[in-house]
């Protein structure tokens, strides 16, 4: 990967392509070259749907190659729903064929002239930008339909829907998945409302006459390689729990716990979870036809945590949702129905919502009594108004803090203005801290402390205490960002943490792919560089200590069962990002 193609959308005439060495940016991919392409090229004080901020689309530095599970696509900006730095990855194939065509990133720059949308094509043959206003205000399913016919079923699409056109801040950027649908999402932040903002509909990317990518040292490649396949298959979580029943085997788990956030995060635990349960779900698509549990979301993965669901008569529905959107959707919302979440989650991806957010605001609109807790009639309809833009659509999809503030709420689960996923800080404490201090508001892929604090994978850091927490959240964060530049999937990180083996051999997949003699404390250090752009673009954007704060509502109102509140000194949390 070789090249960055930049498309200038303000061009004369129309949106422009230069492609250009990497220069600069060698060597970096994925997490890394998003973060450092906007530390470097966007002012921090821009406003994020204005003409000086950038979009940028960055494989990971293994993508296109033949090391497993290494697929993710990153994107990066400044963000319009939190005002900070942004990077937010998903898997699909987008990100394989970028790489196989040699592109270490794309960048969308510039000024939008006029209201024409448009698509970019690439191939090995070069770059085509044609205008596509055929194709305003398509959802996503219906985008890739109308493509079809243009461009067969082989190509990759990274795509925004309807609300990514319209710039709402809880708009996803779509990526298709092996099937040719638009079911992976980079989702956090509001990405989609920055492609919207420069207006490009999608990019068609055209790699079947691209070769995979070829190792530097193809024996040393292809041993740790192997390695790594066999310690991701030996490992609980990625060889069997997550094969099995998908990410959604953490209902009950974090049900048990007593950190499954219900009734927009006023209790611990779900009366109905088994009805949500990921158990539940696998049996259902086992014994459903055309349903499937075990998937990969592009080829080439050990893993295999995801899955396609279809209603009672077959016909296909969406892929398997999520945990974090069963959660979202459902106990959050206090939907028992994984047949309306998956509705939900289908309308998610085919308007271009991000699931967590959108789930979140539900909840918060549940509690305004926009609706009753429980109405999944009423919540398909608030996705709709969303989707469709109307008055009620446009303040849900600004997210769950706008929606707080235009019914006078105080509960908004958020941090930064980023709403909180499925896991409650007051009694998984170490994601609390990750919440807080995250450079992307509350994320909890940034520093997966419910690995240790509730798995015990990598250790064992007692949910409900205070001490080591901080540390915990450090030492995640620090290695998460790493991994994102790799292009590895993050669900990865349950077998490298706890096999140290495993951890080599992804770290001599790499080696072998470019040449190189990394170590362990080259990766740990690669993850520092990265978190301390991020901090430094977000300190000149306005953000301090002070808001790296869980709201206050959370150190006051006990949480059942456990009857706790979040209780980690400030002090302990400025102290994060001490490296
Ligand atoms: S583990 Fe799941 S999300 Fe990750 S690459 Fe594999 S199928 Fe995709």
Known sequence: MDKILRIDVGAQGGPKATVEPVGDYAGMGGRAMTTMVVFKEVPPDC?????????????????????????RLSVGCKSPLTGTIKESNAGGTAAQALGRLGYAAVILEGERQGDDMYKVFIDDQGVKIEKANDLKMLPNYDLIEKLKPVYGEKVSVISIGTAGEMRFSNSSIAVTDPEFRPTRHCGRGGVGAVMGSKGIKCLV????????????????????????????KQHAVTGQGLPTYGTNVLTNVLNEAGGYP??????????????????????????????????????????????????KDGNYMTKQPEYETVWSHGGNCGISDLDAVAKLDYLDDNYGLDTIEMGVTIG???????????????????????????????????GAATTARCY?????????????????????????????????????TAGYAVATNILKVGGD?????????????????????????????LFVAFAILDQPETFSAMVETINGMYGLS???????????????????????????PEHDRLPRYFSREPLTPHNVVFDVPSEELDKVYNF
């Open 518 to 544: 990394m170590t362990g404390d080259d990766v740990v250090a690669l993850g520092q560089k990265i978190l301390k752009m991020e901090q430094e673009f977000n300190k000149k954007a306005g953000f301090g």
């Open 408 to 444: 006078g709420l105080e509960r908004a689960p958020v941090v930064k203005g980023q709403a909180m996923p499925a896991y409650d800080p007051r009694s998984v404490k170490g994601i609390g801290v990750t919440y807080a201090t995250s450079t992307m508001g509350a994320d909890h």
């Open 461 to 489: 850091v007692d949910p409900l205490k205070v001490e080591g927490q901080a540390e915990l959240s450090r030492n995640l964060q620090v290695a998460t960002a790493a991994l994102d530049a790799t292009g590895f999937c």
């Open 262 to 311: 219900t009734y927009n995060f006023r209790e611990g635990r779900y009366k109905h979870h088994q009805t949500l349960s990921g158990e539940l779900q696998a049996e259902t698509m086992k014994n459903r036809e055309g349903g499937q549990p075990t998937h990969g979301c592009h080829r080439g993965c050990a893993i295999q945590c995801s899955g396609i669901w279809t209603d």
């Open 47 to 71: 406003h994020p749907l204005g003409p000086e901020n950038k979009l940028v689309i960055s494989p990971g530095l293994m993508s296109g190659s033949a090391a497993s599970s290494s697929g």
């Open 364 to 398: 918060v609109a549940m509690e305004a009594g926009v609706i009753e807790f429980g109405d999944a009639e009423g919540a398909i309809n608030l996705v709709h108004e969303v989707g469709k833009g109307t008055p009620l659509g446009r303040i849900l999809g600004a």
């Open 205 to 232: 990317v055209d790699a079947s006459n691209a070769k995979m990518r070829q190792p530097v040292n193809p024996e040393a490649f292809k041993e740790s390689n192997r390695k790594f396949v066999e310690g991701l």
